[in-house]
T-cell receptor, first 113, second 113 residues
Framework: GQQLNQSPQSMFIQEGEDVSMNCTSSSIFNTWLWYKQDPGEGPVLLIA?????ELTSNGRLTAQFGITRKDSFLNISASIPSDVGIYFC?????????????FGQGTRLTINP | GAGVSQSPSNKVTEKGKDVELRCDPISGHTALYWYRQSLGQGLEFLIYFQGNSAPDKSGLPSDRFSAERTGGSVSTLTIQRTQQEDSAVYLC???????????FGPGTRLTVT
């Protein structure tokens, strides 16, 4: 089945540093979504990407949809303590009415104050 | 409330018992999804509803798992004769018909002893 390879699996950084994580796949996806999950919570949508090559920002977060539609990256600038959590990429496939998301394994971000 | 709600938030059950997990999607969201998240893992798709019908049940792990949706709103995921490997967080998400963005509930943490 379709799989997303997300890396790195974990990151340990200092507060204020920039962060970069990415997802790759052997399959083409129509849409890429990035989610953040805090402990005991459901994933929260951060950014949605719809077009190949699209670059979208949400505050300190920037994500890009790869030209080949097989990859995406997420950058976080000037990290702060509340950025701690697990970040998931998700690729959407299927035609209208038969859509589902395939998730990466997550990147766990830890920030040292 | 404005978000997806799930109940119960935690459920501990004995092996062999049946459990029912409930999801209330965002009002007006016609699509509803169930996912399973094992400890430290990504999200595994279980089933997708469009309205009251389920065009994609491909992720249900066995015939012990079933789900229904009534009135195009509330959904119930039922696990019969629970096994220890069923222990996980079960997440529900909903989506408007015209978008690809799924919004998640807080999940139900199921522990089978």
């Amino acid at each position: 089945g379709q799989q997303l390879n997300q890396s790195p699996q974990s990151m340990f950084i200092q507060e204020g540093e920039d962060v970069s994580m990415n997802c790759t796949s052997s399959s083409i996806f129509n849409t890429w979504l990035w989610y953040k999950q805090d402990p005991g919570e459901g994933p929260v949508l951060l950014i949605a990407l719809y077009k190949a090559g699209e670059l979208t920002s949400n505050g300190r977060l920037t994500a890009q949809f790869g030209i080949t539609r097989k990859d995406s990256f997420l950058n976080i600038s000037a990290s702060i303590p509340s950025d701690v959590g697990i970040y998931f990429c998700a690729g959407q496939t299927g035609i209208q009415g038969a859509q589902k998301l395939v998730f990466g394994q997550g990147t766990r971000l830890t920030i040292n104050p | 409330g404005a978000g997806v709600s799930q109940s119960p938030s935690n459920k501990v059950t004995e092996k062999g018992k049946d459990v029912e997990l409930r999801c209330d999607p965002i009002s007006g969201h016609t699509a509803l999804y169930w996912y399973r998240q094992s400890l430290g893992q990504g999200l595994e798709f279980l089933i997708y509803f469009q309205g009251n019908s389920a065009p994609d049940k491909s992720g249900l792990p066995s015939d012990r798992f079933s789900a229904e949706r009534t009135g195009g709103s509330v959904s119930t995921l039922t696990i019969q004769r629970t096994q220890q490997e069923d222990s996980a967080v079960y997440l529900c998400a909903s989506r408007k018909t015209v978008t690809y963005e799924q919004y998640f509930g807080p999940g139900t943490r199921l522990t089978v002893t």
